[in-house]
């Protein structure tokens, strides 16, 4: 099973609320980042999201925090791919007063919200799995 991940740093211009804490949507707007890449590797297209089965919100995420986000389609149907996501914390803003910088490395990384959700892509877009071998232009080997 094919995943996709990306890890990110969450900076003060993402933070929402009080006391640093960043907008949930942010953590979705990261997975629907995945799903296009999982989508784009599999079928040669980003298709189109067209739902979440469910979202989770397991815990906060504030500026400073370290995100590492996989995705990995778990059901390919003729047009459709079910996609389960997490995202976890891995660095976590340590909250000293006195050094806003200082941030702790979590041993265990900490799951901070989970989804799942269908995206499409339409049959005429389909242009098979692609990898950093594929050739450009036209799909030909050299």
């Not at 976890?88 to 900490?110: F, G, T």
């Amino acid at each position: 099973m094919d995943k996709a991940m990306l890890r990110v740093r969450i900076s003060e211009q993402d933070v929402h609320y009080g006391g640093g804490l960043v907008d949930g949507a942010l953590v979705v707007k990261l997975f629907g980042d995945v799903a296009t890449e999982l989508l784009i590797r599999h079928d040669g297209d980003e298709g189109l999201f067209v739902a979440y089965d469910s979202v989770e919100f397991k815990d906060q995420v504030c500026a400073g925090d370290f995100l590492e986000v996989v995705g990995w389609i778990d059901k390919v149907g003729n047009t459709s791919r079910h996609m389960q996501f997490e995202a976890h914390k891995i660095i976590s803003n340590a909250e000293i007063e006195s050094c806003h910088s200082a941030c702790n490395v979590l041993d265990d990384p900490l799951l901070v919200a989970k989804a799942s959700g269908t995206c499409v892509v339409p049959l005429h877009l389909q242009r098979g799995r692609q990898s950093r071998n594929s050739s450009q232009g036209g799909g030909s080997e050299q």
